[in-house]
């Protein structure tokens, strides 16, 4: 049986109608792996550093396991993306990777052994399997495990291209659930432990975080629901302290495993219930007579004067704001928060003022304005978006729930001319920051209102042809159009598509200006036929 891989998402609601994610094309333009699938007929090209691999399924409308499979350069927790290569998207006349599944013809395992895979499998599957279970498109690693009275670990070393996190699990494929010769159901609490280090007398319990640290002596077995800031106050112990002993959960805790030990306590060190009120403060820069609390922000700055201890709901800009200081502040103080304070530690001392730096209450009414270019006569009030134009003469202050979309079509102008003169707020909108002002016009350009559809003035679209098209249009239409579509604020190509009954790629390319990306413009007619 054949199917066709139809790609009609470019860009899911939450990137907004001018999110741009990636050029593509039917065509590649950069270099890709030759072992590609041959079925492939839409490419993507990598052209930012910043495309996240594992977000590029949802954009595209396709599962992540179609996306490895057709692209067989990424690993399996889609890594090793590579700037100036193209990856397929969308193939057309694949057969299914289910055929010849569940009631299809099995193959030995090993030659002789008498025990029969069913297929597909779980890429590089060990090739000692003789039980197996379907995967579910809602399974995950630890709770197939947990079912079949295996451990995670188990799991995973039988099933490797799983990955420690799971994301590399296939759905609607076999994975090794007992390999020959398995001594059968095995739980945690009957595990028996190995000496975490040869004649230190303390012995750890199976299975454990992977890299875990070897001179552990306490251990604390990992629940699904569990955090690392919760586990780390139940034991006393700072969460920085907690992520050392544990180093893959990451600084996000995104790595850490459930149904496996974790370490909260190593040899000299004694866990108990501590707070961070009586935590015993450390010098900043010895001799500056100032201390520092703890736990800290990973790479806070070293000559803080003043802190703040974050809370689990705390976001970079309402604890800017609330101390009097700028969002760009606090993110260089703090660096590891990063520019979209996804790095923000819960449960840890942030710093909101340094030495020689005196925090004061401001509001955007009252903030000192200064002049976008000396002499031009045009202030600009404080603060504003990063890198935003020079020559910028109307402006707008940005709230927590605005979007670059929403911003640009109050204003009465396109999303691309928003992006350009606040060029931080980058091409998914992610880079703009609330409580600082936006660039919403520059000298010499006049914003309007958008045009509406019942005062339009059509005009005809190819001399003689009968056809009227309404304005305004997308910039690049065919001239060839017999059917019109007024695209909204919320509208995406998938769905224009759908709703016409044509494909994305018919779209683009009777809209050429909307780019490889099928970045429309709202309030604006697009050809849906001709």
């Known amino acids: 049986m054949l ?91 694949e057969p299914s990777p289910t055929d010849g599944g569940p009631s299809g013809s099995p193959t030995p395992t090993g030659p002789g052994n008498g025990i029969t895979t069913p297929q597909p499998t779980q890429p590089s599957m060990v090739d000692n399997c003789d039980a197996f279970y379907f995967v579910q498109t809602d399974d995950s690693c630890d709770a197939i495990a947990a079912s079949h009275g295996i ?29 020959i010769d398995n001594g059968g159901a095995t739980t945690t609490t009957t595990a028996k432990p190995t000496t975490t280090a040869p004649g230190n007398g303390i012995s750890t319990p199976q299975p454990t975080q992977p890299s875990m640290v070897d001179n552990c002596d306490a251990f604390y077995f990992v629940q699904a629901d569990d955090s690392c800031d919760t586990i780390a106050a139940s034991h006393g112990i700072s969460l920085q302290q907690f992520i050392t002993w544990n180093p893959k959960a990451g600084a996000t ?11 909260v306590s190593i040899i000299g060190q004694s866990p108990g219930s501590t707070t961070t009120t009586t935590a015993k403060p450390t010098t900043t820069t010895p001799g500056n007579g100032i201390s520092t609390p703890q736990p800290t ?8 004067d003043a802190f703040y201890f974050v809370q689990a709901d705390d976001s970079c800009d309402t604890i800017a704001a609330s101390h009097g200081i700028t969002l760009q502040q606090f993110i260089t103080w703090n660096p590891k928060a990063g520019a979209t304070c996804t790095g923000l530690w819960a449960n840890a001392y942030a710093c909101v003022s340094i030495v020689g730096q005196a925090p004061v209450t401001t509001t955007t009414t009252t903030a000192k304005t200064t ?4 002499g031009n006569g045009i202030s600009t009030p404080q603060p504003t978006q990063p890198s935003m134009v020079a020559n910028c003469d109307l402006f707008y202050f940005v709230k927590a729930d605005d ?46 209102k958008p045009s509406t559809t019942t005062t339009l003035k059509t005009t005809t679209t190819t ?60 309030t604006t007619y697009a050809c849906v036929g001709v």
């Open 253 to 263: 805790c995104t790595g850490l495993w459930a149904n496996a030990y974790a370490c």
């Open 403 to 448: 979007s670059c979309d929403g911003i640009a079509a109050s204003h009465g102008i396109t999303v691309q001319q928003f992006t350009t003169w606040n060029p931080k707020a980058g091409a998914t909108c992610t880079g703009l920051w609330a409580n600082a002002y936006a660039c919403i016009s520059i000298v010499g350009h006049t914003p309007g």
């Open 3 to 93: 199917s066709k891989v139809s790609l009609l998402c470019l860009a899911t609601a939450s990137l907004g109608l001018g999110a741009r994610v990636a050029p593509r094309g039917d065509a590649p333009a950069y270099p890709y792996d030759p072992n590609t699938s041959k079925y492939c007929d839409y490419w993507v090209d990598i052209t930012s550093a910043n495309t996240k691999c594992s977000s590029l399924p949802g954009q595209w409308g396709i599962s992540l396991a179609d996306f490895l499979r057709w692209n067989p350069s990424l690993a399996p927790d889609c890594s090793a993306l590579t700037v100036g290569q193209s990856y397929c998207v969308e193939t057309y006349g």
């Open 297 to 304: 922000q990973p790479s806070m700055v070293a000559n803080c």
């Open 463 to 522: 001399k003689g042809n009968g056809i009227s098209t309404p304005t305004p249009t997308q910039p690049g239409m065919v001239g060839n159009c017999k059917k019109f579509y007024l695209v909204k604020s919320g509208d995406t190509c998938a769905a224009i598509a759908s709703q016409f009954k044509v494909t994305v790629a018919n779209l683009i390319s009777w809209n050429t200006g909307a780019g490889s990306s099928c970045n429309l413009w709202a």
């Open 371 to 374: 002049t976008t270019t000396a």
């Open 151 to 179: 451990t995670l670990n188990q799991f995973l070393t039988w099933n490797p291209k799983a990955g420690p996190t799971c994301t590399g699990l296939w759905a609607s494929t076999y994975a090794c659930v007992s390999v």
